[in-house]
């Protein structure tokens, strides 16, 4: 009886450390979530490396977009194939947001943290911006058409610009923002948490801003307005102005659009344990 009762204690002994080692394992893996969501302290995160890596190809992949939008008029299936190109270029780099409502929604859903929240909405804006000044400056610098030319029609060449808000159907104008980013934060959302591989995140994206420009496109042109679904880009394309109902369209609009795709996603497509 005396060794029953001691092999039983060595049994509930041996037990309890498993116990122990499966709560340290799930320690582990919550440290590596948060680390990977970019939690850190701000003298951490600003000293590594990686970051100012990722906040330079935010600039840069953003700059490619804007320019695209700019130069190709906003034709959906050119802005397809930059954000393929551009999710290649840097996606390892720094998940490729190029657009604010991206990362806000990455953010909000602990996917980063608020240093490189803040960092990549700053770099977003300004290469959307630094697009707009380049390709003005070349603008700007093109010889005058001649009274020949003139007289056959030729015309200056001049920027893409947003078409002017119309007066009376906002309403329909930020529901089309909020119907086409809502597609492409979802397509957003799956590239950047599922192991799709370079090729699959890239095609993602890119598939999913062409099918929200599609729909958002078509439903703003019946008011004979732009859609945009892009924060950054509506400064490359001059449609923001210090005016609430402007800025509620194209800059309101595009998040909760990117909120509910990312919260849509979330919940559709949760990972398997």
């Known amino acids: ?25 799930s ?10 969501a970019d939690s850190k302290s701000f003298v951490t995160a600003v000293n590594d490396l990686s970051l100012w890596r990722a906040l330079g190809f935010e600039l840069l ?9 700019i130069i ?36 909000v859903t602990r996917r980063i943290g608020w240093v490189r929240l803040v960092g990549y909405l700053l770099a ?4 959307a911006l630094l697009a707009l000044v380049v390709l003005n400056a070349f ?26 808000l119309p007066k009376g159907h906002e309403w329909a104008v930020f529901f089309s923002e909020v119907l086409g980013a809502t597609i ?9 948490r599922q192991k799709l591989g370079k090729f699959g995140q890239a095609f993602t994206y890119g598939g999913g801003m062409l099918l929200a420009l599609l729909f958002a496109y078509t439903t703003a042109s019946y008011f004979s307005a732009t859609a945009i679904l892009n924060p950054a880009v509506a400064m490359s394309v001059q449609a923001l102005s210090w005016n609430w109902s402007v800025l509620g369209v194209y800059v309101l609009g595009p998040i909760v659009g990117g909120l509910v795709g990312f919260y849509l996603h979330q919940l559709l497509c949760a990972d398997k344990k």
């Not at 492409?184 to 590239?191: D, N, Y």
């Open 1 to 25: 009886m005396a060794t029953k009762a001691t092999t039983t204690k060595k049994k509930t002994t041996a037990s309890k450390p498993k116990a122990v080692v499966s709560t340290k394992t």
């Open 27 to 36: 320690t582990v893996s919550a440290a590596a979530v948060v680390a990977n």
């Open 61 to 69: 992949g953003t700059f490619l977009l804007a320019g695209t939008v």
């Open 72 to 107: 190709t008029q906003e034709t959906p299936l050119y802005v397809m194939f930059a954000v393929v190109g551009i999710v290649l270029l840097g996606g390892a780099i720094s998940g490729a947001h190029i657009n604010p409502i991206v990362t806000i929604s990455a953010w």
């Open 124 to 127: 977003q804006v300004v290469g």
């Open 139 to 164: 603008i700007s610098h093109v010889p005058a058409a001649t009274s020949s030319a003139t007289s056959l029609g030729a015309t200056a060449p001049t920027l893409f610009k947003a078409a002017a």
């Open 184 to 192: 492409l934060a979802f397509a957003a959302a799956h590239g950047l």
